[in-house]
Every structure is written in structure tokens, then in C-alpha cells.
């Protein structure tokens, strides 16, 4: 089964950066960032369009990393990036990249298919 792979966590202090890597598979149209901390729900943290079809390629961001997170890609690569700034505490989850087959872009979990294994950032106060 073909599988997304995420590269780039670790422990980081509040405040700090981390740059989180994706290595996507081909023929997908959106990528998201979800991220889950244990008894919680998968949350959906930053999205982006990498599909051949010419669509809004607008980046789309969960509330509470707005202004914080960037997404981005290099689709020759196939890579999509998670750039995080001013880290806080509450970020500490294992971060999920995500991929959607679909045409509109979706922050539910259950709208996408294919997955990574998950990567653990940690962040100490």
C-alpha cells in the first residue's frame, strides 16, 4: 500500500521552529498536516492543493496554528513542508501527513486515504 512519509520532528522549546517533510505519492490532489494527541481526535492543521488540475491553491489553516504555521511544497519533489513557528506546549502531538484523491479540500480525517506513519513533536515550557 503506497504511504506518505514525514521526516523533520522532535522535542523543540516553546517559542522555537521546526520544519516538518512530507514525501507525497503521486496522483493526489490535497495534502494535510493533521496532528493527535492520545484520546483525542486526528485535527486538521494545514492544508494545500498539489494536484495537476489548475484549482485554488490557497493554503488553508486550522485557527489555532494561523499566523504560526506555513505550509508549502515543491511538487517536482513531491514534498510538502510544515513550517512551524512560535511553538507552544500545547503543539505536543504526533503529526500526520495526509493525502486526498478528492476535489475539494477537506480537514476530515476520514476524507483521506493515504497516510504516513506519524511524527512525534514535543514541546517543553
Known amino acids: 500500500q503506497e504511504q506518505l512519509v514525514e521526516s523533520g520532528g522532535g522535542s523543540v522549546q516553546a517559542g522555537g521552529s521546526l520544519r516538518l517533510s512530507c514525501q507525497y505519492i503521486r496522483g493526489v490532489n490535497y495534502i494535510t498536516w493533521f496532528r493527535q494527541i492520545p484520546g483525542k481526535d486526528r485535527e486538521g492543521v494545514a492544508s494545500?492543493?498539489?494536484?495537476?488540475?489548475?484549482?485554488?491553491?490557497?493554503?488553508d489553516y486550522a485557527d489555532s496554528v494561523k499566523g504560526r504555521f506555513t505550509i508549502s511544497q515543491e511538487k517536482d519533489k513531491k514534498m510538502v513542508y510544515l513550517q512551524m513557528e512560535a511553538i507552544q506546549p500545547e503543539d505536543t502531538a504526533m503529526y500526520y501527513c495526509a493525502a486526498r484523491v478528492g476535489v475539494q479540500n477537506s480537514f476530515r480525517s476520514e476524507d483521506y486515504k493515504y497516510w504516513g506513519q506519524g511524527i512525534q513533536v514535543a514541546v517543553s515550557s
Open positions: 494545500i492543493h498539489v494536484g495537476n488540475v489548475k484549482m485554488s491553491s490557497t493554503p
